[in-house]
């Protein structure tokens, strides 16, 4: 195909984007291509072997380029002079990769083929996770392309893992072994008690006997009981230097990364697969080794005590084997099938508890438990059904290690009966129990493939997140800047969370030291962007940002953050004492420290009413906080930071007028000095700033004093009367 | 702006020049050398659980704050007794010498206990609300609110760690 578009292009032509397509112009399936050159826009169809079907419009005579349609599909369309050519169809993701490159494409019309284009990859819709390498869709939750994992690779990363730890994690298998060759001696002991000693009544060897099995017995308890202490530690000990590497990296990754995944997605890494490696590292693996040794010196033994039997009596082991792997095979599924219904039915519970005041005030208690009562069954369903799996299975196991003893009783025993026969009863008894320890490990075995699989998979998984690069990190030469004076410039900023859809457009605007910032915008015009960008949890796309003349990606991050103080809306509060939400972030702060930032955010007064005083449990499962003690604690913890640049997010709502003073006086101490930016949802409450910068569409549309703003009858004074508006219909109504 | 200053100020008492004293009545009364004069002084620990001998805050009337105490312990003893008996009033803290028996029903851990105030018995719902500070001193907060501190766990007879080790 490449050699084919090559083909076509003229001596010097170079493509600039190429979008693969799946539909013709009419909707028929069919492979093409669309071409982006700095000449022309190109598509191209394959039909079979023939030559390839071509459109193509130069890009002199195209003056536009859009696409009509939805985010799933659509036509791409050129505008020239003589009207307009539908070019191309997309469908799916291809439609999103347009989409993002469409602008693009607009320049390179514009500037007739004198563009770089930018392009940006699409982030992937979950739904469509595929593969990088084969292109397979990858499942849910695996999160992995199962097919693309490289077993061996990965196996041997999860062994350098062990590496700092080789001499215990060897000694431990020599014990091992040393168990696994004390435990194959008793049988062989009996065999020789039964044949030679009881019919000769020789005492003295029977007295040596028994001894041997009982020393060899009570070596391979005491072997047994130190190789399980060793295990049990080096399996955790290897456990938790991985979880704490992957827990600090977690730390690490920028803010977009927690964007994308969900909590519960990274809780499951650091605790579930870390320990399903675990298992495998600790356990498994050797385990693995020591059952394939047990079946060989095993089959080895028997073999030497009477190879005619020994046949005979392995006999029905492969179809042992066999079936144990079809059912495992089988279990799995239905296992699989039941987790699934349990965290169906937990997902409901997560999420309906959570919103038990909807469910009440809309009176859909009823409609609830019918949805938990459905779940409920059908997670009780594949319960049973993996239930009756299970009986159905062991029963017939059971009957089919049967017949291996049988084989021994029937063939063994009439050989037994001949005077002189090389089987003797010893030798039955011997196959006996040597036939017991067989089944073990063959069932072990039988079972390993899934285990390594869901060890592999694990480890992938953890090694994904150990391997990702955070986004926003320090720049070569990146230096701190210790005492930040608070001037910020955005010098034509741009940025856009996914490409093609910018959510802040070429904004400059610049902070003096210690002035106060309101920005001000309808929803989604960009402001929370804003503060993101600001925070540098995010960079920018095109543009600067500049604190104190210095571009904000050549400071120190650290160094950065560790000046600036935000007070969110929600103010989020740490599990843990008063006094250590408010030193959050200032770890070595004295209770003196503590008490003056809480006496100038007023939260003093109601911290000494709290029963504990500054050691009352605050949080998740603390004390409960109104809004406003939680907004004080959180200004209070700005105080004590004492930052250069000051962020408020909506800092007073929701709140009591009583309260709401107290909360602006700590306000107005906070913001004393400090470069501020403030969204407020009330915009009265930004009467006080120095300027006001209104957003409107990721566009700054107006900048100026509340006075100045209001008298220009813009944005801001629409904003203004709707929200006194507003305010009317409230006091009318309520 | 003179009250922003006055809002934020700590003032920390100096220990050799406080002077404390209880009348008929048993109230306590403070005179900070050379010449201030506090009547009828309450003492609020700012951090009761964690530093129960530091950081004493000394209050006079309704909500009056006279400053405060940074350390019990450089007190000179008599000043220290009597803000020690005050302390004792508003934060009675039975010390745990013995646990007896120890055991949860559905989450509620329940402690059968000997202290220095005599028997008692625990109840504790949530065991956030069991907090262990430097030095082995663990302090329980019941489901009534009192507080039972053991010093020192590592001290308590083998018995005792064993059965509030398996319940934490």
Known sequence: MREDIERLLDRGEHIKLAVAGDVSIHGQFEQNWLIATDRRLLRLACNGDGEPDIVEIPLSEATAIEKRGTAHSGVVEVRTDNGTVPLFRCTGATSREIDSALPELQKLIENNGATELRLRRPRRARREARCEKCGQPIPYWSGVCLRCVDKRRLTLRMLARVKPYWAWAALSFALMLGITLADLAPPYLTKILIDRVIPQFDVRLLAIIVGAIFAVSTVSALIGVVRGCLVAWLGQKIIYDLRKDLYGHLQELSVSFYDVKQTGWIMDRVTRDTGNLERFLAEGLQEALRDGLTLLLIGVILFFMNWRLALLTLLPTPILAVLTMWFIEKMHVVFHRAWRKRSRLTSLLADVIPGVRVVRSFAQERQEIRRFDERSREFMEANVRAGMMAAKFFPSVGLLTMVGYLIIWGYGGYQAMHPHSAVTVGTLVAFIEYLWMFYHPLQNLSRMSHRLQHAVTSAQRVFEVLDMVPEVVNRPGARPLPNIKGRVEFRNVTFSYEPGRPVLKNVSFVAEPGEMIGLVGPSGAGKSTTINLLCRFYDVDEGQILIDGVDIRDIELESYRSQLGVVLQEPFLFSGTVAENIAYGNPDASIYDIIRAAKAANAHQFIMTLPDAYDTMVGERGLRLSGGERQRISIARAILKDPRILILDEATSSVDTETERDIREAMERLIANRTTFAIAHRLSTLKNASRLIVLDNGEMVEEGTHEELLEKGGLFKKLVDMQSELAKIVAVGG | ?168
């Open chain 2, 1 to 168: 702006m003179s009250e922003r200053d006055s809002a934020e100020q700590v003032r920390i008492l100096p220990p050799d020049k406080l002077c404390f004293s209880r009348d008929s009545f048993g109230k306590v009364h403070l005179r900070i050398a050379p010449d201030e004069e506090h009547r009828e002084v309450r003492f609020v620990r700012l951090l009761p659980l964690s530093e129960p001998r530091r950081y004493i805050m000394v209050l006079s009337g309704a909500d009056n704050e006279v400053g405060i105490i940074d350390d019990l312990d450089a007190l000179p003893p008599e000043a220290r007794d009597i803000v020690e008996q005050e302390l004792e009033v508003a934060y009675f803290t039975p010390r745990i010498t013995r646990i007896v028996r120890a055991d949860s029903k559905s989450g509620v851990v329940c402690f059968e206990v000997e202290t220095d105030r005599g028997p008692a018995k625990i109840f504790v719902r949530d065991r956030n609300d069991i907090r262990f500070y430097p030095n082995g001193r663990v302090v329980i907060l019941d489901i009534n609110g009192v507080h039972y501190e053991i010093p020192n766990l590592a001290k308590l007879d083998r018995k005792s760690q064993l059965r509030f080790e398996e319940q934490t």
